[in-house]
């Protein structure tokens, strides 16, 4: 079947935060109304403005024709499409039923995980810039965050500082760490070489590893994905990883995430801190939205999204080098989010970040503070629109904001 990723979803009233959210979300936290004579382009919420898979309506429409919808227990199918897709997209064959464990979402999958290895008010480490529903769920926990930041190389590409890992691991005493793979906000798809580094330093200090995957379908351009779990032995053993059909599937609202649990103790003692929450327990429709997402035509969907992706990261990265003097952006490699560093830029125009956000926000640009991931004079944004609206976007940030 072919997709349209180029016409218009119109999602106003729709149960979509991205573009409803600006008139109902708390002030500092979603963008502003555009003034007058400005739409709004949504770019700050990480969902994709536009259609599922077929194959998803259809799974969804037909389970909804039978009229019950009572207690369950989740299918043959659904943990047999959990491996195809994984053999198919990520290359792992070695996924049996028993390693796949149920989550509502990633994050609470992350802290039942924390829950397992370490005491509230226990340090963990985690990159930064630093996805903020990291930030948020471990605060909410209890939990100490230690930061290793992220660095630029001369190519502006973004690094691991496996020393500064490792001394903070020692001076924190730290046996719990959070990886992000690929990286949400910079867009880093990490390769095999990156990953067995960086498990290196985990493994000597008897640190064990919660591993976000959920971006790991949308890898752009020739990069390559590479499981955590995959690089070594010990990676195999001691780290816990995280998946879902949301971001690739654009299904956040369905609820439905999984993990993948190799070592067997470890795996019972996370499942039975999940199952002892209020509620953790997989919806009937999900089931059969991620049926009908890890198919062959859930392949196919993806396989004409990607270069789309590819489309708008290039478009907004060669704008931001051609036009927006004192802005930075790494060129996204994964994921559909761009971390823009404007930090050059106010200070050539003795601007505030809050200045330069409202700046945008007045001419319906609707991209998100930075400093909500570490990143104070930094904007994230969200590219996963029609290359049309990408486009209208960016020339706005060129008449009215960086170049006005």
Not at 83 to 95: E, G, M, N, S, V
Not at 227 to 236: E, G, K, L, Y
Not at 279 to 300: D, P, R
Request: charged share 20%; with cysteine; aromatic share 12%.
């Amino acid at each position: 079947m072919k997709y349209d990723f180029e016409t218009l979803l119109e999602r106003n009233g729709h149960d979509s935060i991205a573009v409803d959210g600006i008139y109902t979300m708390p002030a500092g936290f979603a963008p502003a109304r555009p003034v007058e004579g400005y739409d709004f382009i949504p770019m700050w919420v990480a969902d994709m403005n536009f259609p599922t898979a077929r194959s998803i309506t259809d799974a969804i429409i037909e389970r909804a024709s039978h009229p019950a919808f009572g207690y369950f227990l989740p299918s043959d199918a659904y943990y047999d499409a959990i491996a195809y897709w994984h053999r198919l997209r990520k290359h792992t064959d070695d996924i049996r039923r028993e390693d796949i464990g149920y989550e509502n979402g990633v994050l609470g999958g992350v802290v039942s995980a924390l829950k397992a290895f370490a005491s509230p008010g226990d340090p963990v480490l985690v990159h930064s810039p630093t996805y903020m529903g990291f930030t948020m769920a471990l605060k909410n926990n209890g939990f100490h965050i230690v930061h290793s930041p992220l660095v630029k190389d001369k190519e502006g590409v973004w690094r691991m500082d496996y020393e500064d890992m490792e001394r903070r691991i020692r001076e924190n005493h730290i046996h719990t760490a959070i990886f992000c793979n690929p990286h949400n906000p910079c867009g880093r798809v990490w390769s095999a070489r990156e990953i067995r580094e960086a498990m290196e330093v985990y493994e000597r200090n008897n640190v064990w590893v919660i591993t976000d995957e959920i971006w790991s379908d949308l890898i752009l351009r020739d990069h390559v994905y590479t499981p955590v779990q995959s690089v070594s032995d010990w990676a195999h053993e001691h780290a816990i990883a995280f998946y879902a059909p949301s971001k690739t599937f654009n299904l956040a609202g369905l609820i439905g995430s999984y993990s993948v649990i190799y070592n067997r103790p470890v795996r019972e003692r996370v499942q039975g801190i999940s199952s002892k929450l209020v509620y953790n327990s997989m919806n009937v429709l999900s089931q059969h939205a991620l049926i009908g997402a890890y198919s062959e035509e859930g392949n196919n969907w993806l396989t004409q999204l990607l270069p789309v992706l590819s489309e708008n990261v290039d478009l907004a990265w060669e704008t931001v080098q051609a036009k927006f003097d004192g802005v930075e952006a790494f060129r996204t490699e994964g994921t559909y989010m761009m971390f823009l560093d404007c930090s050059g830029w106010l200070n050539r125009h003795g601007m505030q970040q809050k200045d330069l956000l409202h700046k945008g926000w007045n001419y319906g640009i609707g991209w998100q503070d930075g400093h909500l991931f570490e990143g104070p004079q930094c904007i994230r944004l969200n590219l996963a629109s029609p290359t049309s609206r990408i486009r209208e976007a960016f020339d706005r940030m060129d008449r009215l904001v960086f170049n006005a």
